[in-house]
């Protein structure tokens, strides 16, 4: 006999408060969770970045205290976005070997080795259009050449230290040629997190203003993903793991959790979503304006992350939600 009402009671399961917790499914650690960090050009410099309510820009000497820090709340996985000096057409600032990203990767991994530094791998902060790939003369981007840029600017990150590259510039390749310039540059042990299914979404606005890397001319429609699409979201994660990704990452995490669960089902990677700067903001502003409790919100959004699937959340808020987890 199949047991159903009133034999089958599920509110049986829901009675004690110890119970409840003993059956959890899921859970949040702080071991899942990615910190980003804005690096500047400069010296002393700590700047509330005013888009992004707590999250700040740091120079390279700045930095250290406050991974310092975070390394002291549980956090130990970071991942870093570089402001330069300089833009060109080209991007040239993203591979030097003097950028604050590459500085930072140096100063990190030596003073403090335990903590795991990834970097984001793209050109739109650095180009003067601020294209995610080189532009040709007609304006359109040039995928196959934007792709040795890419692979020099991951390289330059190896170099300096960085134990993953995460590539979000959305060209078609990418990972290919960014894992043969690591393994013939003798980084083989570098791995790759790539941003694989990354939509073309409005909740990018305040990494925009953080990062100055919002486009010039035209939206980024023609290599970022259109939203509509669950299927095509699911082929470019699969491609990128036949290039050689070895963590595939799904973006934003809140709009693209059904996109989540069904790449749950078709690889072995591990995966990775980012609770990127818009929802981060939409839940903060919604809480602020008292629509919700800040603590709970955050982390049944982020605990929704892990139930579709994601092993990994890279989220501005990992150093509230650690000592909320203690
Ligand atoms: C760079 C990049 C972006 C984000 C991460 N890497 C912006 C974009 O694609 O326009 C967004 C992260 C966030 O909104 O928190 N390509």
Redesign the pocket.
Known sequence: MTARFPQMRLRRLRGHERLRTMIAETSLEKRHLIL?LFVVPGENVATPIPSLEGVSHFSVDCLLPFVEKALGKGIGAFIL?GLPETKDPCGDSAKNSQGPVQRALRKLTKTFPEAFLLT?V?L??YTDHGH?GLITDDGIIDNDNSLKQLAAVALSHAEAGAHMVAP??MMDGRVQAIRETLDAGGFSSVSIMS?AA?MASA??????DA?D?APGFGD?HTY?MAPTNGREALREALADEEEGADILMV??ALTCLDILSRLREKTLLPLAT?L???E?MMLRSSAAAGHLDLRRGLLEAHLACRRAGADLIIT?DALDLAEWID
């Open positions: 980003p976005f984001d793209c739109c902060q995610c979000s510039d941003y990354k909740f990018y606005g305040p990494f925009r990062a890397s980024r970022q973006k934003p980012y990127v700067s818009g981060r501005y």
